[in-house]
């Protein structure tokens, strides 16, 4: 741990003693980047856990596990999350490409030795943040065709970005403040 502390990766490590036995949670805080993907996986093969946690649809959890013991291949977890987001090829090929380096040494992981995967995040998050993407992509080549900026469609889609966020942000800071007080009853 402290090597990988030293290198600048974010890794924290948990345990949690039941019944005599020892688990090991790691979480693992990866930005949206290709080679922080890249740089997660071999991070992912260095590490000894029992749960790992995904931030993908808790829908694909099942999937998932079929993929890690390889009943099935990696086209139909990407099948299965394109028909739950309800989103376009290009979108579902720029969330693989960047999953993918993650997924594929967590199958070489748990044919080491299994552990929990288990996905936490809802489906219509993943739904509408791949629509705001498929709006922005659209924006975007809207204006290198025709060369002009369209302002009035940026601020629409910046504004739909800060409500996006702000409503995350609203209720994480719901749950500290309901953590920070102690039952009434």
Known sequence: MVKLAREGRKVFTSKKTMLNK???IVILVVPGFLTAS???????SELFFDAFFLNL????????????????????????????????????????????PMLNALRKRFKEKAFDLYCYEEAQKHKEANQLLEE???????????????????KHIIKKCLDANNKSSISRKIIVNVNDYSSVC
């Open 22 to 24: 020892e688990k090991k």
């Open 38 to 44: 890249k740089h997660a996986s071999s991070t992912i």
């Open 57 to 100: 649809p808790e829908e694909l959890n099942e999937t998932l596990r079929l993929f890690l013991k390889g009943e099935i291949d990696e086209d139909e977890v990407w099948q299965d999350y394109a028909s739950l987001t309800e989103s376009s090829e290009p979108v579902v090929h720029a969330t693989r490409r960047w999953f993918s």
């Open 136 to 154: 922005q992509l659209y924006l975007e080549f809207k204006c290198k065709v025709t060369g002009k900026l369209f302002l009035d469609e940026w």
